[in-house]
Nanobody, 115 residues
């Protein structure tokens, strides 16, 4: 069974930066588009960024220009660089495949942005 382990979250001030990492067991990242999802208070989980096997990326409008996604297939790891963080970015961040996520989600990593 594939396991996804997210890390790198924390508490930062408005305008701060964080870099999230997601390590996956198995080689799923070599063959699939992967992305970062988040669940913010009062909202359903949403896809914020995705990266395809060829390196092309999609960034959701709420975080465009602030978040960057990248992947290292050799390490089975995907990253999310988050700059200019805002309080509304507060939530739990998860990685998974795109467009259809695997049924087994990781624990996620908590990101809290204080105003």
């Amino acid at each position: 069974q594939v396991q996804l382990v997210e890390s790198g979250g924390g508490l930062v001030q408005d305008g701060g930066s964080l870099r999230l990492s997601c390590a996956a067991s198995g080689r799923i990242f070599s063959f699939n588009a992967v992305g970062w999802y988040r669940r913010t208070p009062g909202k359903q989980r949403e896809l914020v960024a995705s990266v395809f096997s060829g390196g092309r990326t999609n960034i959701a409008d709420p975080v465009k220009g602030r978040f960057t996604i990248s992947r290292d297939n050799a390490k089975n790891t995907v990253y999310l660089q988050m700059n200019s963080l805002k309080p509304e970015d507060t939530g739990v961040y998860y990685c998974n495949t795109v467009p259809i996520p695997l049924p087994a989600w990781g624990q996620g990593t908590q990101v809290t942005v204080s105003s």
